[in-house]
């Protein structure tokens, strides 16, 4: 009788936790910014009249245009709608097994600072754990009768559009359903159930003229060798451990979990998890911590909650006082802070302003919560809609100053509010087609997720004029390919060609040969 009112004692903890412990990343204003264009009839780009895709998130950046088009609004907006769309997955997870045991599921997502922390960030975390509930609810639930090979490749395909590398859980399970029923039946179904990922690439083709996102190739194409990034992606999985244990002995206690149980659906999700944890190595982590884990933990969660299905209360006792033991280790626990969250002492630096480096750990990756919150923190002294931070400032002189072109290193803050005139250039091209594009100089220091090119010489002064005056040959002739790709209409005479040359290799001479010249 007491489990009756579950579900709905788990929405109003979630909702109070979430609330309390709300805030927005920079990052996040990086996408305003192209929604704010977007919605405004400028088109799906972050400088407007040029069309490069400076978010990595079609599906959440979709769904946060149409709601700030309905409430004109970013800030309260986009806390409200994660809030939502979490309290989401905590309904779907009473969908996987008894009360009882999805309660222990939950329990672990709530005590895990990645989960929590990364929940209203305003980055597309919480609708990727909403969507893996939801393919794991017609994997193992309620709704498993209703589930074909078509619908879970869907929503594979659709979380895969939410954030592109999340594409990694999904697969073995795709991979298993096909080969227990049959490839030569199962197969044109599921590549049919991941059309809308081909046809969203397809678009970003014509379109951007890329396949994947800008981003993905500021931070893959570094030149920076596959042993320093696999050493970095180690040290991230070091700072969960020092910042949020729990996350990773969750996950790790799935593994185990599933062993044991041995059932070859399960087994299917682990691979997912052990696959992403992978990529997570290989590409060198992030800087936000824990970031990255929220998804596999969220998976894990659900297997964590299939194995206590059958648990007495003895074991529940253990497994609860396990969790909370683990939760009150991490070094800045969620579950505790208040409104001084991150109200640690500012440090001058060079280029962007005091800032909280204490924060930041030796390796580069920093509580991005503590970060930002005294900045963007729903309950943070002052409060307010508007982030209480310098990038701002510069972002509205940028505004004044009437200059149309401005170089900065931060473009979530200072870009939004620097507004639609000011076109933004960024040594780490997170927004730029051909900064992204160039390695970063041989022996030159770099933080992980932040890969800076020294900007060539006239390359500003090309942007700013409309004339290419890069001073480089042959980056001259690769600007003028790009510029024809991202700035000419999408039907212009030799556009197709030169999107199909540039992305199989043709001109990557042209940028060797700049870099050689660059390192003389």
Not at 24 to 44: E, H, K, M, P
Request: overall charge positive.
């Amino acid at each position: 009788m007491g489990l009756r009112y579950l579900p709905a004692a788990a929405i109003v903890i979630f909702a109070a936790v979430l609330l309390k412990n709300a805030w927005l990343s920079d990052d996040a204003y990086i996408t305003f910014r192209s929604v704010d264009n977007f919605v405004s009839g400028y088109g799906l780009v972050y400088n407007v009249g040029e069309r490069v895709q400076s978010y990595t998130h079609p599906l959440w950046m979709l769904s946060l245009s149409l709601i700030h088009f309905a409430t004109r609004e970013f800030y309260y907006t986009t806390i409200i709608f994660s809030v939502v769309i979490t309290l989401g997955t905590v309904h779907f997870f009473f969908k996987l097994s008894t009360r009882a045991a999805a309660l222990s599921g939950l329990v672990v997502l709530l005590a895990s600072k990645a989960f929590v922390d990364y929940s209203t960030s305003g980055l597309e975390n919480p609708l990727s754990h909403l969507l893996v509930v939801v393919f794991l609810c017609y994997l193992f639930g309620a709704k498993a009768r209703k589930a074909t090979p078509l619908l879970l490749a869907t929503i594979a395909a659709v979380a895969a559009l939410n954030r592109l590398d999340t594409l990694a859980i999904y697969l073995p399970v795709l991979t298993l359903i096909a080969a227990q029923i049959g490839w030569k039946r199962s197969l044109p179904v599921i590549l049919f159930g991941l059309s809308p990922l081909f046809v969203w690439t397809f678009f970003s083709l014509l379109y951007y003229g890329a396949a994947v996102a800008n981003p993905a190739y500021s931070k893959l194409a570094t030149g920076i060798p596959a042993g320093a990034l696999m050493q970095q992606g180690l040290f991230y999985y070091l700072n969960s451990l020092t910042q949020d244990p729990l996350t990773l002995v969750a996950i790790t206690a799935a593994c185990v979990t599933v062993s044991i149980r041995r059932d070859v659906r399960e087994l299917a999700v682990m691979a997912g998890v052990l696959l992403y944890l992978f990529y997570i190595v290989r590409v060198g982590g992030d800087f936000m911590s824990g970031r990255f884990f929220s998804v596999p933990l969220t998976a894990s969660a659900v297997l964590l909650a299939r194995g206590m299905a059958d648990a007495g209360r003895r074991r529940f006792v253990i497994f609860y006082v396990a969790v909370a033991a683990l939760a009150m280790l991490s070094a800045r626990s969620h579950l505790l802070s208040g409104p001084g969250y991150g109200d640690v002492p500012l440090v001058q630096t060079r280029f962007f302003g005091p800032l909280p480096l204490s924060l930041i750990d030796e390796h580069g990756i920093s509580d991005e919560r503590a970060f930002y919150y005294q900045a963007t923190g729903l309950l943070r002294p002052g409060g307010g809609s508007v982030p209480d931070h310098q990038w701002v400032s510069q972002g509205l002189d940028a505004s004044r100053a009437g200059a149309r072109v401005h170089e900065f290193y931060t473009l979530g803050f200072t870009g939004f509010y620097a507004g639609r005139g000011v076109h933004v250039i960024d040594p780490n091209g997170l927004n730029d087609f051909l900064i992204a594009r160039l390695p970063i100089a041989k022996y030159s220091r770099w933080r992980i997720g932040h890969f800076t090119r020294k900007i060539p010489e006239g390359y500003t002064d090309s942007v700013s004029s409309g004339h290419n005056v890069i001073t480089d040959p042959g980056l001259a002739r690769y600007y003028d390919i790009a510029t024809l790709i991202t700035r000419g209409d999408l039907f212009a005479e030799g556009r197709m060609t030169a999107i199909w040359k540039i992305n199989t290799g043709v001109y990557d001479h042209l940028i060797d040969s700049y870099m050689r010249n660059a390192e003389q």
